[in-house]
């Protein structure tokens, strides 16, 4: 105890020491007040140095304290350091802090591990074992001097974990030592007692409970410090410099080389023993010729019979198959060095040349030399070449069948036209008398006349036989369209021109059957009006006296009119509309939607559906359903005309691109057939109603002739055979024939013209 | 909390990546995956079955060259898918083929070849010539034995497709080396013993069938193992090298395996005849020879020289070649005999054996073996050609071709410089080929001929008279052996010259159409002959009918000639007696008919103008678009075809024009 005192004393009596010092260079200050900035910096920098010198001073002082600490045994004198560092610390001189700590380090470290024994000793160790302890701690402290890790490796006495304590809240022990010993949680002095300790001691600000480990621990007055420091935001440890000085290892002084001078090793000069052992083997190895330099190699390459035997040559089954490339084309005579006159153009020929497109161009004028001698060399031989290689090698190759045929052959074998005879085939008769092109036709159901409209605005009915005029209205306008009524009782004709659709009395047949068209032909004018308001503004019924007949006025051009199979009904096609017109003087407008403007209308032979054609589909109705059964699609640019088989299953349609398209209705809505024969509009298509006929008009001035046989059993598909081309009209202002139509009976065809004259074609 | 947030961004974006990678990179694939494991949807049809050129490269992981190579190597070639599914200018090949290359050997052994030339260059650009020489020394050779093989499984196969080979290594036996084009002189010169052992082959076994001297080159065609070979061996001149629109490296490499292939088939046809290959030639000759070639080769600088002793180089080695065979062949021939005499031996013993009552079968199958050995007529012909005829060349001529094409007939040849086997002066030297203007010392005992003779002769088959061939003259036109004048449509005029002085040869008078020959025993003679004179008379009713206009009386009178010359011959060929009489009814008959007709249709010209074109027009109607669009392309075609021919008429008849105006003239 005394000797600690002492050397706590000495360590107070040299601070004192110091304390003087610095109470002098304060005075120097003091008194170097009044000089300028500059100069007291300079002062500030030899306070400095002079601290740092009294710190090396210092050091051997330091040296002796250890010394003098290591040799006392009682464990007091960490009690009597801790009090002086107290002292020092508590004497605030902050400018004296860092050389304090430095003093002070190894005491308080002893302190620190002195308190931990004292308390881990506390169940009454003897004096013996804590000595030891001491001991072993300064031990340790000798060797890594500045080293403070032991603070943080002491080892928790708890061993239970990072667990929250609130599970031992209801035990009595707070764990398990390293031992296996339960921890038992210490009598808690009740808090008045406490708190008069705490006021009584004077440590009380650095003590902290560890509920952990159940103990109080005080905090020293280094681990204090680095908490200062840390919330200072400097580094923790105090001896840490982040600045050190440079210290400058290398002498530079009295050394010539950077390295060692010594002179190179003999060894370097002497050959290596085993690359001469090396060599020596290798000259005799080339001696006695078991290595050859520079040997030429075989250059000969060794070739043997590659397709021994043909007939072992496995298949390759996996290869995809070979396809040889094509042979080049062999010459002609024109390729030859001297060919024949005849095979060179002549100096035209090769100027046209170059008028032509690079395609047609030919690729080789042929050329003529007269002696062999005089041949030159071929400039292009090595570009050909290489473009017969490019073929072979990036031309893909196909197998193609090439058909060496007569081109005869591809066509379709036909029915001889013997066999499918009657059919017209010559002109017979022409029925000449109108003034302008003849537009319409239309045959009478006896077959005894015929029926013509023309331009010059006449309607005229002919005798079929003998070619002779019978009657001849005057409408005043362009006829259109005309019509015979297909009942043999009540011949009535409907013409169309202009806007109006006349129906009139051809004054034929019996007694009775005049009365009965001129009771059908009488029309009351107000019956008309009765009718409903829509239908009146579209259509209105009128008395003809001129012609005698009814006059149906229309709002717009009328095209075509048809009458139905029994004669008593009648429809008319304008480019707006269609409108069905009942016997009874009724007019009724289709009740549908058409798309598109309709061209043509047709009544089914057999049943109560109607066509309509538009410029593109063609739409069939029910007329007593009143609903739309099917729609065919022509695929055609403009639809011109349409007909019906007399089955009424097929349907042939003539467009203005001169393609005739036949529908099997029973087959799809797409054409069966489409037959390109035309190479101008198509103007009229006709059925014959018993024949297997059909025909198509053109403005070409043709009209052709098809056989079209439609067989009852459905599995076979119509027969079409083109049977003629009939000529003989003339063309005027572009168009040809206008109207062709069959002889009700016979296989008997009659064309309009446009040169104003009709003809029979008979068989 | 903070430290277990921070992964999850990471992550999160990670997750992002590995969803976008395969997008982005979906055109590098690993190449393990074949094309088809592609993600996404399953491709069938044309999509599965092909792949783009583009597409093949990144698969096979090669470069456009080393594909380019590996094409021309293994013969593979780009198909035509049904449905371009990428468009039209995409190539396309099958994906059986790109995986037959790849997994070929070839494909690492041009890989390593291309990395040790890495080497070369790189010790080259060190400026280490030592070791860029020992590297190239050494470097890495590719056999193509197996690709031979593979692609011709048999040998008929590689002669099928002998033809661009050949052509090539003629080209290239011809050309200059040159550095620049990396055409080396090694390379000309196995170009050239190839093409020569190919030529001593052919003309030695007189396989040689047609030539043809055009602008381009000359043109031959032999028949070997029943396959046509015809190839185009330039005319010894020097040739231009382009170069621009050339790329050599594509020749190159096709020569590469065209070398190959043609001395493997050289030597399975010398193998066939039991010569040694290759060829060991007289050292004499091989010297002189040789000695020429490098000669040639260093003054390559003055061209003309070069030719011509280039020229004589291979002309002589050609003749040592030939001299080899020759005695090679003889000691086959001999070997041959011999082995013949041994199997008669054999079957007289056999003869003994058999029971005597069978002599006529076993005299049949002697015959058999017999005709086994011989060679074909064609061979035959060709052989006795130029026999016991002797041809001596003078300098200017083109000797390489005449010494190859005339032995190939039969003739015997030699010419004026080293090592010809016999002298200008020999008397036994039936013809002598010279094309110079004037030739002025004049042996009488022989005939002096353009070189043109005698290939007109080797294509005619005959020996034609040589006063259109004489020194100084015009020859007459050099006409194509390898058309077939009837179908073209157009006969030259020499070519009905030649025609004739053939059948002159063969003592034999063309029939003429409409002539019944009843003397004829042969029937087989009789068809054929029947056949010509029809497609004739069929001809001369074509012609007829375009005249229909002028005449219609006249066709009916034709018609009438043709449907009776008809059933004559039907009526020879079913062997009915033949009575003048009937001819004389038919006649009587048709005449009549005829008279009728006239009134009748004069009247109606037009008419039948018209039906006529009607009637055709009638059935295209009903044809089907395809098949219609066939038909017309094929009128076309004919139709130019014969616009050709009129065209060619009609120089005719203005040459002929102006040279009867000539001669009016003179």
Not at chain 1, 428 to 447: F, N, R
Not at chain 1, 646 to 669: H, T, Y
Request: glycine share 4%; hydrophobic share 30%.
């Amino acid at each position: 105890m005394r000797e600690g005192k002492k050397g706590s004393t000495g360590a107070s009596s040299l601070k004192k020491k110091e304390k003087l010092k610095k109470t002098k260079t304060n005075q120097n200050h003091n008194e170097e007040d009044n000089n300028t900035i500059i100069t007291k910096k300079k002062n500030t920098k030899k306070t400095a140095k002079k601290v740092q010198f009294e710190k090396q001073e210092e050091e051997p002082l330091q040296k002796k304290k250890q010394q003098q600490q290591q040799l006392p045994t009682t464990d007091s004198q960490s009690e009597s350091g801790s009090e002086s560092d107290y002292e020092d610390f508590s004497e605030d001189d902050v400018s004296e802090d860092y050389e304090l700590l430095r003093q002070s380090e190894d005491g308080e470290s002893e302190s620190s591990g002195e308190e931990v024994h004292g308390n881990h000793s506390d169940s009454g160790n003897d004096d013996y074992h804590g000595l030891e302890d001491h001991s072993n701690s300064s031990e340790s402290h000798q060797g890594v001097e500045e080293s403070d890790s032991s603070e943080d490796e002491v080892v928790p006495r708890n061993t239970v974990g990072d667990v929250p304590l609130e599970w031992y809240k209801d035990e009595k022990h707070i764990g398990y030592d390293i031992s296996g010993q339960k921890i038992t949680i210490k009598e808690r002095q009740d808090k008045l007692a406490s708190f008069l300790a705490s006021v009584d001691d004077s440590k009380n600000w650095r003590k902290i409970y560890d509920e952990y480990n159940d103990e109080e621990i005080e905090l020293t007055k280094e681990e204090t410090k680095l908490i200062c420091r840390l919330l200072k935001g400097k580094a923790p440890h105090a001896e840490f410099d982040p600045y050190p000085d440079y210290v400058d290892w290398f002498k530079h002084d009295d050394a010539l080389h950077p390295l060692s001078n010594a002179p190179e090793p003999k060894r370097r000069f002497i050959p290596s023993t085993w690359e001469s052992k090396k060599v020596v083997q290798y000259v005799r190895g080339i001696r006695k010729g078991l290595i050859k330099l520079d040997e030429p190699k075989e250059e000969e390459q060794r070739f043997y019979l590659l397709w021994g035997d043909d007939s072992s040559a496995a298949e390759q089954a996996n290869r995809l198959s070979y396809i040889p490339a094509p042979k080049p084309k062999l010459p002609g005579h024109e390729e030859s060095y001297n060919p024949s006159l005849e095979y060179i153009p002549t100096q035209e020929e090769i100027n046209s040349y170059q008028l032509m497109y690079d395609e047609d161009r030919p690729k080789f004028i042929p050329k003529r030399f007269t002696s062999f001698r005089s041949i030159p060399a071929y400039e292009n031989a090595v570009k050909d070449s290489f473009e017969r290689c490019m073929d072979l090698y990036l031309c893909p190759r196909v197998r193609k069948k090439r058909i060496n045929i007569d081109p005869e052959s591809l066509k379709p074998k036909l029915p001889s036209q013997k066999d499918l005879k009657p059919y017209p085939a010559t002109c017979y008769l022409e029925y000449k008398g109108h003034k302008g092109a003849v537009m319409t036709i239309s045959t009478d159901a006896s077959g005894q006349w015929i029926a013509s409209g023309s331009t010059d605005g006449t309607v005229r009915i002919w005798e079929i036989e003998s070619g002779r005029c019978l009657r001849i209205w005057e409408i005043g306008e362009a006829v259109q369209y005309v019509a015979w009524n297909p009942v043999h009782e009540l011949p009535l004709l409907a013409v169309s021109a202009g806007q109006d659709v006349l129906i009139l009395n051809s004054g034929f047949g019996n007694q009775e059957d005049q009365r009965k068209v001129k009771e059908l032909l009488h029309v009351q004018t107000p019956t008309a009006l009765d009718d409903s308001d829509n239908m009146a503004s579209i259509v209105s019924w009128h008395q003809d006296d001129k012609h005698d007949g009814i006059r149906l006025k229309h709002f717009k051009t009328v095209t075509s009119v048809e009458w139905h199979r029994r004669g008593d009904y009648l429809s008319t096609v304008m480019p707006a509309d269609i409108l069905l017109f009942l016997s009874k003087k009724l007019s009724h407008r289709i009740p549908f939607k058409l798309h598109g403007l309709p061209v043509s209308s047709v009544f089914h032979p057999t049943r109560s559906v109607f066509f309509i054609s538009t410029k593109k589909n063609i739409r069939v109705y029910d007329l007593v359903k009143q609903k739309l059964i099917k729609k065919l699609e022509t695929g055609l640019r403009e639809v011109s005309s349409v007909a019906i088989h007399p089955a009424g299953d097929n349907l042939i349609v003539g467009s203005r691109e001169g393609k005739l398209c036949w529908f099997d209705m029973d087959l799809s809505s797409k054409p069966y057939r489409v037959l390109k024969c035309h190479p101008k509009d198509i103007t009229n298509v006709a059925f014959h109603r018993s024949y297997p006929l059909f025909a198509s008009s053109s403005d070409d001035c043709t009209a052709y002739v098809f056989h079209g046989m439609v067989y009852s059993d459905l599995n076979q598909n119509p027969l079409i055979v083109p049977l003629e081309i009939l000529r003989g009209h003339k063309t005027s202002n572009g168009r040809g024939v206008l109207d062709c139509k069959f002889h009700p009976r016979q296989p008997w065809l009659f064309t309009a013209g446009a040169d104003s004259v009709i003809r029979l074609y008979c068989h | 909390m903070g430290l277990i947030l921070n992964p999850s961004p990471l992550s999160h974006n990670s997750l992002i990546a590995s969803i976008f990678t395969p997008c982005v990179t979906e055109d590098s694939l690993p190449p393990c995956r074949s094309i088809t494991d592609l993600p996404g949807k399953k491709k069938e049809g044309n999509a599965a079955r092909y792949i783009t050129r583009s597409q093949a490269l990144k698969h096979l992981q090669v470069n456009t060259k080393l594909f380019r190579r590996l094409c021309i190597y293994k013969g593979v070639f780009p198909r035509e898918p049904k449905k371009k599914f990428r468009g039209n200018h995409h190539t396309y090949y099958h994906l059986k083929d790109i995986s037959f290359i790849r997994h070929d050997p070839i494909l690492e052994d041009l890989r390593a070849k291309s990395a040790y030339a890495k080497k070369v260059t790189k010790a080259k650009a060190k400026k280490n010539k030592e070791l860029a020489d020992i590297l190239i020394k050494r470097q890495p050779q590719i056999k193509l034995d197996r690709l031979v093989l593979e692609r011709y499984p048999h040998f008929v196969d590689a002669l099928r497709d002998l033809d661009d080979p050949l052509a090539l290594v003629h080209l290239f036996a011809s050309l200059p080396a040159s550095d620049r084009m990396k055409i080396e002189v090694k390379r000309v010169h196995n170009c050239r013993k190839l093409s020569h052992e190919w030529q001593a082959y052919i003309s030695r076994t007189h396989k040689l069938r047609k030539v043809f001297v055009s602008v381009k080159g000359i043109y031959y065609q032999a028949e070997v193992e029943g396959q046509k070979i015809t190839w185009l061996a330039p005319h010894g001149l020097q040739q231009v090298l382009p170069d621009d629109d050339v790329v050599y490296d594509v020749l190159l490499n096709f020569l590469e395996f065209y070398e190959t292939l043609l001395a493997f088939v050289n030597f399975k046809l010398y193998h066939s005849i039991n010569v040694k290959y290759p060829p060991i030639l007289d050292p004499r000759l091989e010297a002189s020879a040789a000695g020429l070639l490098p000669l040639s080769y260093f003054l390559g600088d003055c061209l003309g020289v070069w030719v011509h002793l280039e020229q004589v180089a291979a002309s002589v080695e050609l003749y040592a070649l030939s001299r080899y065979f020759d005695t090679n062949y003889r000691t086959a021939e001999q070997i041959d005999g011999t082995e013949r005499d041994e199997s008669e031996l054999r079957l007289a013993q056999l003869q003994h054996q058999l029971p005597s009552n069978e002599p006529g079968a076993l005299m049949q199958l002697v015959k058999g073996a017999a005709d086994e050995n011989e060679e074909d007529e064609d061979t035959k012909e060709c052989k006795k050609l130029f026999k016991n005829m002797k041809f001596f060349l003078s300098r200017e001529v083109p000797r390489e071709s005449l010494l190859f094409v005339i032995p190939a007939f039969g003739g015997v040849v030699s010419w004026e410089g080293e090592g010809a086997p016999f002298e200008e002066a020999d008397q036994s030297i039936t013809h002598q080929i010279v094309d110079r203007p004037t030739q002025g010392h004049i042996y009488l005992s022989r005939e002096y001929v353009q070189p043109q003779w005698v290939y007109d002769c080797i294509n005619a088959r005959i020996i034609l008279p040589t006063e259109a061939y004489m020194v100084g003259r015009v020859p007459p036109p050099h006409l194509s052996p390898f058309v077939d004048n009837e179908e073209e449509g157009y006969v030259p005029d020499y070519a009905e010259t030649i025609k004739r002085l053939q059948a002159a040869a063969k003592n034999e008078i063309l029939p003429m159409p409409g002539l019944g020959k009843e003397d004829l025993e042969d029937p087989q003679n009789l068809l054929a002959e029947g056949y010509l004179s029809r497609a004739e008379a069929i001809e001369a009713a074509e012609r007829k009918r375009t005249l229909l206009t002028k005449s219609n009386s006249k066709l009916m009178q034709m018609m009438a000639l043709e449907k009776q010359y008809h059933d004559e011959l039907k009526m020879e060929l079913q062997g009915n007696q033949y009575s003048s009489s009937a001819v004389d009814k038919n006649k009587q008959i048709s005449g009549e008919d005829s008279n009728n007709e006239e009134a009748r249709e004069e009247e109606s010209l037009p008419d039948m103008q018209d039906t006529a074109k009607d009637a055709a027009n009638m059935s295209t109607l009903l044809m089907s678009r395809k098949t219609r669009g066939l038909y017309e392309a094929m009128k076309i075609g004919k139709e130019k075809k014969k616009a050709d021919v009129s065209l060619l008429k009609e120089r005719k008849k203005r040459i002929q024009k102006i040279q009867t105006q000539n001669t009016k003239k003179n």
